[in-house]
């Protein structure tokens, strides 16, 4: 196993565990932890997926599963994963390795109820960094798996400067993005060259960044639990073990990613008998 870490102004040292140990990934209920990346041995069938995905015969348009339970999952892949693509046992091994996200997501936040976002997508500049959030009250913790191609970059939590930084990053590039979008639709070729120039620039700038040229990167096959920050505290300057920085690369093969968080509230804790709270 290995951590890094950085004194945070909440005089919590936030940690990034990455660790070849599948128990490691407990970790993340520590609140000095911002991720835990797990590198478990590459299963036999993934290199079948892998190879049809990146040659785009393996296709999965982007789905959310808002709020559904581990067998509704299971029903939704053995409907509405693609067939005739891979080898029946491939399909079946990678149905049964996304379900049992839920298992691991369910041993970690007690979670029974399930958001499913999955997708196979080439890498494009319209993700840059960000951090992932949940409702109110939801568990601030979720997995991500991306099975192929390229790894998911993120920010050593020694490099960043402070949330402040990184939420004024955010806004600029989210801004250029609508201002692309607007260019795409009136069909003005010049705004449009400016304006991909300019998120290239405004990318490789990354003044949110100690060091902008470092890159950490969880590499395609890791099992990622990681922290989203409550919507409430979305854009705040908050502390820095709350969220994980991460961002698709910008360009290479299609991917399959999988994303599972909690949309449910904890359960509320009875009061003992005679009143006094567990």
Excluded at 196 to 220: S, Y
Aim: aromatic share 6%; hydrophobic share 40%.
């Amino acid at each position: 196993m290995t951590a890094l870490s950085t004194p945070s102004h909440d005089g919590i040292d936030v940690r990034v565990i990455v660790t070849n140990d599948e128990n490691e990934l407990a970790a993340i209920a520590q609140a000095d932890v911002q991720a835990v990346i797990y590198r478990p041995p590459p299963p036999a069938w993934l290199q079948e997926i892998a190879e049809a995905v990146e040659a785009g015969r393996f296709r999965i348009a982007r789905n959310i599963l808002p709020d559904v339970r581990r067998d509704e999952i299971a029903r939704w892949l053995e409907g509405d994963l693609p067939t005739g693509v891979v080898s029946d046992q491939a399909r079946a091994d990678l149905k049964d390795d996304i379900v049992a996200l839920t298992d691991r997501l369910h041993s970690l936040t007690g979670a029974v109820r399930f958001m499913l976002r999955i997708f196979t997508e080439a890498p494009s500049t319209e993700c840059s960094f960000h951090v992932d959030t949940v409702p109110p009250g939801a568990p601030a913790v979720g997995l991500l798996r991306v099975y192929n191609g390229a790894g998911t970059d993120y920010v050593d939590p020694t490099n960043l400067t402070s949330f402040a930084d990184f939420y004024r990053y955010l806004g600029r590039h989210e801004r250029l993005r609508r201002d692309r979008r607007t260019a795409r639709q009136d069909g003005d070729a010049a705004a449009l060259l400016r304006l991909e120039r300019e998120i290239a620039a405004h990318g490789a700038a990354r003044p949110f960044l100690r060091r902008p040229d470092e890159n950490a990167v969880a590499p395609a096959g890791s099992i990622v639990a990681f922290r989203h920050i409550d919507v409430r505290h979305h854009w705040s300057d908050h502390f820095k073990a709350r969220a994980w920085i991460h961002s698709s690369p910008m360009t290479g093969t299609p991917r399959l990613v999988v994303n599972l968080t909690s949309p449910q509230r904890p359960p509320r804790r009875r009061p003992a008998r005679g009143g006094d709270s567990d």
